[in-house]
């Protein structure tokens, strides 16, 4: 199998086509071997990557942007492994990486979880067996918190500053332990937390209170793989599913009220105004009922086959990867 | 030609049919050829060795397997195709494929008569589009590789893609579109400007200069460009001819004249055939008369010009240099004898051209016999031709969808009961399947073919590697998604198979759970029972306190929970409702009976606290356990030999008989007082 990890330019963002789309196509700047597939991944900072591969390791590659190559900077071997038994039955793959620089998180199928810290040849911390079963996703809640989500359905919040080796919280859905297959925290808001579920089912939890979801949202028809909260525009959420469908969800009310998004940086300008305008984005994803109105569904792909595997949001572009082999990019999702 | 290069003999290395008799097995993705005890009488050849179907695949043989030693020493081969699915720029002509193959199977069907033709002209236009987007990926390939072989083989490839284009773009003319007298001589002339580039460069040369007409190859562009009935350019570059020339001022103005004259067919509704052929004729014998007169007796170029637009087959002829192929060649009579042609007349000159071109010189080659098959509208011979030259089947088997949604094609039964459709589907898929990722692809086209998709389906995708959960998550949607639980059941059991033997015991659980395998969640649920007698406590809590409605699945399970459940109560001090629950545990008959006695053993602490928990009932019920738990055992050695056993035994009696004594007495004593 050759699985490649590959950097592509698409484009200037000047060029303003008739849509985003089809506007210049993306072109392959480098790409580097790499062995296993890759099961997640996110850039540290402006110029390193860390990727998670199905063999267990952690890699960092570094993209050098003078001469546009890349090159492995660091690799831990063997970050997930099962226990070796007599009948250790093949190796564990690494589900999921989140990175806070220089503090790198991983998650795998063995259960564990490891904190690295980048240039660091051992690990920091290695929590064993933190979960009988597969690790799914992991999220920094705070510095020093993360959130991870597991395949019996549940969210566990645990504080790295504690030695013990237990979360310190733990939530669960209702009903079935549905597997749970991703996680994404609110921007500005920390409490609000959206994990998807293997039955496509969209979970949003407010972890100041109670140990179930505030409110489950019926989505799409198979696994939602990815779920991610527009980073500067939080009223807007991304999910996309193995159904192939990839959905917007749109919770900003009207129009004079919107923040806008052009507006970089973390804080949402609605904490400027005043407290009405507050209040409806503070409760914007937790008093949500769609009945209300309040809620604008969309679902980005127009001919859906294949599986949407990964999706990523940044301003105004959009990317996401399908099992059709195709990445797409969309540079106006707002217009 | 690439077509003919590309069908080497099929011979598998080492295996010698004329010493052994050999024997076979097909697998899902290669062949198993092993000899056997037997000699052979009389040797054949050994050609007849690849699939039924199609060939031209070179087969790579390994052995397998030695001999035992004896003289006669038996060896199993291997023969596996090698696959053009494993050439990386050819995936985005599989993946693109696929989605129009999707959109298509999707498409409208109520859509009739002219909208319905226009859709699968576009379909049509889009296969052909993808066709060239790979072309030009594989050109770039062969441009910058180093390598080569690799570029051979790069090179090959783009031959091929651009044979398969032609013959798409051939198909579509005739069968998608089926276009008619008029138009057809249209779109025939588009698809050879299209594909006759061999004198693209000379074009480029001779336009590029600095004063055309000096140009030695003047004469031969305007010659290319009158074959392919491209007048205006034609007599662009003559202009320039006759400025330079002034002497021939006259003749260039009468053939300026006439070229420009010359009656083409339409694509609107201008014309009527009728009238074309009335003015066509006009026009024709005009030329003739300007022939017969000698006007251009003193330019043999120009004559010769003229002659070609009389239709003058030895003329034309003269030029075959710059047609290059016959198809051009018919194209060209057509155009300057007989534009309104007819779709049924197209065999007669076809074979003619072809003839006439090859001259007896050379013998056809399988491009040109596929091409002359669809030039006398044999379908089935046209799929079954490129069937036998083509390597894979990606493309009679897309081109024969297409053919069959224009409602072409019969469907006259193969001896497998399915149609050729299908069939050609179904190999297609199949050769998908042995790819590690382009499987996917292989599963919506299972599920277009509705007789023998499913049951392909069902025993190809048990056979797909499960190296990552994610990768058993995708191939289980597939499978639930298509009712097949079977196979949901068996990669369950896989799954969680994998994850007991790791020690993770909630995957397990979660995999059992997913499958609904009430049986496999009793062995787990017995695992952690034996933990916990094994180690006095429970691992993996997080998962038995949170087991939720799962619990239900097996009684095993249920037991697991409420037993973790009355270490909890215990633990919390609720002392009675802990008591209930263990009793609950043995009279409702959730604990299996092995457990028994360490339930009862559980008990004892309950029955030595200061305050009486056990009511005299329930008093009664434990009593009645341990009895039924130690009579049905009298001859097990276990519990008499066993000394700790029989001690427990006798302390549970006394434990009960103190609690019994005491709770009479306080049930005894009259409340509230």
Partial sequence: QDNRISIWSAGDLGNAGLNGEYHGEPHLLCDIQHNGDVMDMQF????????????GTVTVFRHHQNNQTLSADHRWEKAHYHVDQDTSCGGAACTGVVCNNPEIVTVGEDGRINLFRADQKDAVRTIDNADSSTLHAVTFLRTTEIL???????????????????????????????????????????????????????????????????????????????????????????????????????????????????????????????????????????????????????????????????????????????????????????? | APL?????????????????????????????????????????????????????????????????????????????????????????????????FMGLQR?????????????????????????????????????????PALQGQYSTQVSILSAMELIWNLCEILFVEAATAGPLLLRLLDWVRLHVCDVD???????????????????????????????????????????????????????????????????????????????????????????????????????????????????????????????????????????????MELRFYAQSSMDLFLGGQSSPEPLDMILMAAFEFEMHQVIKECSIVLSNWWFVAHLT??????????????????????????????????????????????????????????????????????KALKVLRICEQRQMHEQVRSICKIMAMKALRNNRLGSALSWSIRAKDAAFATLISDRFLKDYCERGCFSDLDLIDNLGPSMLLSDRLTFLGKYREFHRLYGEKRFPEAARLLLTLMTAHIAPCSFWMTLLTDALPLLEQKEVIFSAEQTYELMRCLEDLTAGNPDKKKFQDDDVETTKVEMLRLALARNLARVIVKEGTVEGS
């Fill in chain 2, 201 to 343: 460069s000379m074009v480029r040369e001779v336009l590029s200069s600095e004063s055309p007409s000096k140009h030695k190859l003047f004469w031969n562009v305007v010659d290319v460009f009158v074959l392919q009935g491209r007048m205006d350019e034609a007599r662009h570059l003559l202009s320039k001819e006759a400025s330079a020339n002034p002497t021939s001022m006259n003749m260039y103005k009468i053939l300026d004249d006439l070229m420009k004259k010359m009656p083409v067919p339409s694509l609107g509704n201008t014309q009527t055939l009728t009238e074309l052929e009335l003015k066509w004729q006009h026009w024709h014998e005009e030329c003739q008369r300007y022939l017969h007169d000698g006007t251009f007796a003193s330019s043999p170029h120009m004559e010769s010009i003229c002659k070609i637009l009389v239709g003058d087959e030895d003329a034309i002829l003269e030029k075959k240099e710059l047609m290059t192929t016959w198809y051009h060649f018919l194209v060209t009579r057509l155009l300057y004898s007989h534009p309104t042609v007819k779709p």
């Fill in chain 2, 4 to 100: 003919t290069d590309t069908v080497p003999p099929q011979v598998v290395p080492g295996a010698d049919p004329s010493a052994r008799q050999l024997c076979f097995a097909w697998g899902p993705a290669e062949v198993l050829v092993c000899e056997t005890l037997f000699g052979r009488a009389g040797g054949f050849r050994s050609r007849c060795l690849a699939g039924a179907g199609a060939a031209a695949r070179a087969l790579t043989g390994s052995v397998a397997g030695t001999g035992d030693g004896a003289p006669s020493s038996s060896r199993v081969f291997v023969v596996r195709r090698d696959q053009d699915i494993y050439i990386q720029t050819l995936r985005k002509l599989f993946n693109e494929s696929h989605g129009i």
């Fill in chain 2, 107 to 147: 498409s409208e069907e109520e859509l009739a008569g002219k909208s319905r033709k226009a859709q699968l002209v576009q379909v049509s236009k889009n296969y052909r589009s993808v066709i060239r987007a790979c072309m030009e990926d594989m050109h770039q390939a062969a441009i910058s590789t180093r390598d």
């Fill in chain 1, 44 to 55: 540290l900072d402006q110029e390193r990557i860390v990727v998670a591969s199905s063999t």
């Fill in chain 2, 401 to 470: 969808d297409l053919l069959d949604h224009c409602k072409l094609l019969q469907s006259h039964n193969l001896y497998f009961g399915s149609n050729m459709r299908e069939f050609l589907l179904l190999e297609y898929a199949s050769g998908l399947f042995s790819h590690h990722s382009l499987w996917q692809l292989g599963v919506d086209y299972f599920d277009h073919c509705p007789e023998y998709g499913r049951v392909y389906l069902e025993l190809h995708i048990e056979r797909i590697p499960l190296s990552t959960e994610q």
């Fill in chain 1, 148 to 335: 991870t989500v597991n395949s019996i359905g549940q969210l566990k919040i645990w504080d790295l500053r504690q030695q013990r080796n237990e979360p310190s919280q733990i939530f669960s859905l209702a009903g079935d332990r549905v597997p749970l297959h991703c996680v994404d925290r609110h921007p500005n808001q920390q409490h609000i937390v959206a994990t998807g579920g293997q039955d496509g089912m969209l979970s949003i939890w407010d972890i100041r209170q109670g140990t179930m979801p505030v409110s489950l949202l019926n989505a799409h028809e198979a696994e939602m793989w990815e779920v991610h909260f527009h980073p500067s525009d939080p009223d807007h959420l991304f999910t996309c599913s193995e159904d192939g469908s990839l959905w917007h969800w749109d919770t900003s009310t009207n129009v004079s009220e919107k923040p806008s998004f052009l507006h970089q940086g973390g804080r949402s300008t609605a904490y400027l105004s005043h407290s009405t305008i507050n209040q409806s984005v503070v409760s914007a994803w937790l008093s949500n009922d769609p009945t209300k109105d309040r809620m604008e569904i969309t679902n980005l792909i127009p001919n859906q086959t294949l599986s949407v595997n990964s999706l990523d949001v940044l301003g105004p572009c959009l990317v996401y990867g399908t099992d059709a082999e195709a990445i797409y990019v969309n540079r106006q999702l707002f217009a």
